[in-house]
């Protein structure tokens, strides 16, 4: 029950959502024009705002810059890989393709090939009643692995969990069971401190290697048209907002439920 409610709710509270509610509440005040004037200003100025790069990066920022890259990674046991950068080979699709979190695969790659660990844990399963797809994130994970070479001898695969909190439980499961003490924790920066909190809850001793940075940092001072561009609403920057939102709403919700 609490994953398909964590699924739906947030919905109407992200800022597509609260204004398509908020539309559909102006729908009861047509007669009343005086409160439809105002809650129509709100509608347009929550969706402009939004939509707009300060607030998207502002938000942003705040999460991915709370764990910078490390200048020297240590060796660890293992390095776990969380999912969410791959998509199913589903037609017509020929094979499994990342997506804009795809980093995480080739940051693990690049992690084995450097020796920082001797085994990877591909941890992700699928929501049956989300999906349908017999193949899980974390197979997808290793079928991109495996072409990047990285040897299957090497893959752990955690493919049950539904959600990080279960990423986290699963993992430390198999880390009692091979005697693992630490690992590199890889994924995007704007998820890591919600991924960090709910591993050090388990016990899990992780060394952040955040990747899929969002906002980065400005060589040069924006001109004025950069100033302008960016007060302009644009999808990129609503759904960057969005998942930074997803991300504070995840977090307020694992701590309502300890596990955090």
């Known amino acids: 029950m609490f994953i398909l409610l964590s699924k739906f709710l947030p919905l109407l509270v992200y800022p597509l959502g609260l204004s398509l509610l908020l539309l559909l509440i102006a729908l009861f005040f047509i007669g009343k024009k005086k409160n439809l004037k105002w809650l129509i200003a709100l509608i347009l100025l929550l969706l402009w705002a939004a939509s707009t790069a300060p607030v998207a990066n502002a938000f942003a920022r705040s999460l991915e810059w709370q764990y910078r890259p490390l200048t020297d990674i240590p060796t660890a046991d293992a390095i ?10 589903i037609p017509p699709r020929r094979s499994v393709e990342i997506n804009s979190a795809g980093d995480r695969v080739f940051a693990a790659a690049r992690l084995y090939r450097e020796g920082k660990a001797p085994v990877l844990i591909l941890s992700g399963g699928n929501i049956d009643w989300l999906s349908n797809n017999a ?9 991109m692995l495996s072409f990047l070479g990285v040897p299957s001898s090497a893959l752990i695969l955690e493919n049950t969990s539904q959600n990080t909190y279960e990423n986290a439980l699963h993992t430390k499961a198999i880390m009692e069971e091979k005697g693992f003490d630490q690992v590199l924790l890889v994924t995007s920066a704007i998820h890591m401190p919600r991924s960090v909190s709910l591993f050090e809850k388990q016990g899990v001793s992780v060394i952040p290697v955040p ?10 001072a924006p001109s004025t048209l950069d100033i302008i561009l960016g007060l302009l609403p644009s999808a990129g920057n609503l759904s960057t907002t969005t998942n930074a939102l997803k991300e504070y709403l995840g977090i307020w919700m694992y701590t309502l439920q300890g596990w955090i």
């Open 135 to 143: 193949s899980t994130p974390a197979d997808q994970m290793a079928d």
């Open 211 to 220: 990747v899929d940075y969002s906002v980065v940092e400005n060589t040069t």
């Open 80 to 89: 776990v890989v969380l999912g969410g950068g791959t998509e199913p080979a």
